[in-house]
């Protein structure tokens, strides 16, 4: 969240410079300015196509206007970083249930981001329900004691029934890139590891590579998507995260096995 709000802060600043010859950024009283009304201004951005900005300094009003589509733009590498993320921990054939909280469903185009690239559907919580459940969910905590990392929590409200909705993912792809060899993904498993077996679609990774087991990984193209799925005990990280079992892959994707590791990416090829 920080990063985010200081990567619009500066693209703030610098329309300000742009339009105006004022740089907040150049006094305290005025960088607070931008930190104080940098949430109002998230909150127009998701609902009108610009932005107007104004900051008074020493009874002269700067104003600036600023094209919502710019935030998306700014915060592009950070969303892509959630997606990624997000991906790597769904397995093949689950359809997520995003719940965001308040401050993140002001964050422009992130819900749509989320379900573009991840599926599922985004839910808006409301104020202050994230505190609210993570104090109903920790046990008290006692002074002096140290602090626990929750990665994961149990759900305990009702069901939620998501409708699949394949259409929404990224393009398919059709072939594994490997240096300069493409080779085709279809229904028959394609295998990744260090020993080739017989009676299976192969592609040797070489021998004796650290990190990579015999039978590391396998890709195919499963109801209308393309699926990885890990069988190591080393792991299948999907750009850069490490997948839960198994993974729909997207075109651009890259898929990375042992230690430093072997590379993959995931290209669609027009026929």
């Not at 028959?188 to 040797?204: C, F, K, P």
Request: glycine share 10%; with cysteine; aromatic share 4%.
């Amino acid at each position: 969240m920080l990063h985010l709000y200081g990567i619009w802060l500066r693209m703030i600043a610098e329309a300000f410079v742009q339009q105006s010859r004022f740089d907040p950024l150049h006094t305290a009283e005025t960088e607070q300015v931008l930190q104080d009304h940098i949430l109002g201004w998230l909150a127009i951005a998701a609902t009108r196509d610009t932005v107007p900005v104004e900051i008074e300094y020493r009874g002269i009003a700067h104003k600036a206007e600023i094209e919502s589509l710019a935030f998306v733009s700014a915060a592009a590498p950070v969303y892509q970083a959630i997606v990624s993320n997000l991906r790597a921990l769904l397995r093949a054939g689950e359809t997520p249930a995003l719940q965001l909280s308040d401050r993140v469903g002001l964050m422009p185009g992130l819900a749509d981001t989320l379900t573009a690239r991840v599926g599922g559907e985004a839910f808006l919580l409301e104020p202050g329900a994230t505190a609210r459940g993570l104090a109903l969910r920790c046990p008290d905590g006692r002074p002096g004691s140290a602090v626990t990392l929750v990665r994961h929590l149990p759900w305990d409200q009702s069901r939620i029934d998501v409708e699949p909705d394949h259409g929404t993912s990224g393009a398919r792809p059709t072939h594994v890139l490997v240096g300069d060899r493409a080779t085709p993904v279809g229904e028959e498993a394609l295998v990744l590891g260090t020993h080739a077996a017989e009676d299976e679609r192969w592609l040797d990774l070489g021998p004796d590579l650290p990190g990579v087991s015999r039978r590391h990984c396998e890709i195919a193209a499963a109801n209308g998507q393309c699926v990885v799925t890990d069988h190591s005990r080393y792991g299948t990280f999907l750009n850069g995260h490490r997948i839960d079992g198994s993974a729909v892959l997207q075109a651009g994707d890259v898929i990375r096995v042992g230690t430093p590791g072997v590379e993959m990416r995931m290209i669609l090829v027009e026929r």
